[in-house]
């Protein structure tokens, strides 16, 4: 198989998540870097700072656009001047929260332009990440097939039928590991306040959320039947449960947060 090239442009909290999973994947991509900011690549990674300095040399593959939304559209009209008609043999796999395949394929000044659009997350970075990808009609079946082959390199991928679906994917796993972290967070700090230095508490709740992770990507159970495993009958967990359970903390809560990302990613379009 041959090695697809890779043009990253924007290598921050996303883009630089997802270069440490590839690099560190069994059959790393070729990866051209696009970030004014970053200091070090791994080697056999080159970094431009700017689209200008990107040379004759760089025809990639699949541009990665992991800048933010409000920088996209002159990303895209600066990537357009200086590849030129390297732009015809090329993807646009966006990894952000906003802007639709439509929108970007304008900025790219071909209403044809193949664009995919995933939804990953930041575990992407240790091989574990989860995406949501959608492949907007100009996309070739091949092109389709490297863009998935790129994120399962990275961990799992569900393609979506619908791009309006990707708002989903981003509040139950784009910005759910956020969630996941706070919770840690605060589990940590309830370990020291009730008597643990913070190293035990640190290494008990980390080991029990990896843990927790390895159980639902591993065994075939449903999520609530390993929660009900934990839960002895009128035990400590049960106790616990009855406190988030009740219908206005988690019952309500968690649609309402995926709701707030939802809303905030339709603002993110505009
Ligand atoms: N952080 C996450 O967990 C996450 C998850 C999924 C998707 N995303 C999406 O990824 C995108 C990036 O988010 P992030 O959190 O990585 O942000 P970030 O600010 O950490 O990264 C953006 C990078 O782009 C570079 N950049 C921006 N404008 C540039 C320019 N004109 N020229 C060269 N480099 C430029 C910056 O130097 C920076 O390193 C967003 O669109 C976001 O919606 C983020």
């Known amino acids: 198989m041959t090695i697809p090239t890779l043009l990253l442009v924007g290598c921050g909290k996303m883009g630089g998540a997802l270069m440490r999973g590839w690099v560190s994947s069994p059959t790393p991509p070729r990866i051209f870097i696009l970030d004014r900011k970053l200091q070090d690549a791994p080697a056999g990674c080159t970094i431009f700072r700017t689209p200008e300095e990107i040379t004759p040399d760089v025809k990639p593959d699949i541009i990665v656009l992991a800048v933010k939304p409000a920088g996209a559209e002159a990303m895209l009209s600066s990537l357009k001047t200086v590849l030129g008609e390297r732009m015809n043999h090329t ?14 394929a304008s900025w790219c000044g071909r209403a044809d332009m193949p664009v995919i659009r995933t939804m990953p997350n930041t575990p992407s970075c240790v091989g574990a990440g989860a995406t949501g990808l959608y492949a907007s009609p100009h996309v070739s079946q091949a092109q389709k097939d490297l863009a998935i082959r790129l994120m399962e390199q990275v961990g799992t991928v569900v393609s979506v039928p619908h791009e309006e679906d990707l708002r989903t994917v981003i509040a139950i796993a784009g910005s759910a590991p956020a969630y996941v972290f706070y919770l840690a967070e605060l589990l940590e700090k309830v370990g020291q306040d009730f008597g643990l230095d913070a190293h035990a508490s640190r290494a008990l709740v980390r080991g029990m959320i990896y843990g927790v992770g390895k159980m639902l990507h591993e065994l075939p159970e449903d999520a609530e039947t390993l929660r009900k495993n934990v839960t002895s009958p009128n035990g400590t967990t049960a106790a616990a449960l009855s406190v988030f359970m009740k219908e206005e903390h988690w019952p309500r809560l968690i649609p309402e947060a995926a709701k707030a990302a939802i809303k905030r990613s339709r603002e993110l379009d505009d």
């Open 91 to 104: 993807a646009l796999l966006s990894v952000m929260a906003g802007k639709s395949c439509e929108k970007l």
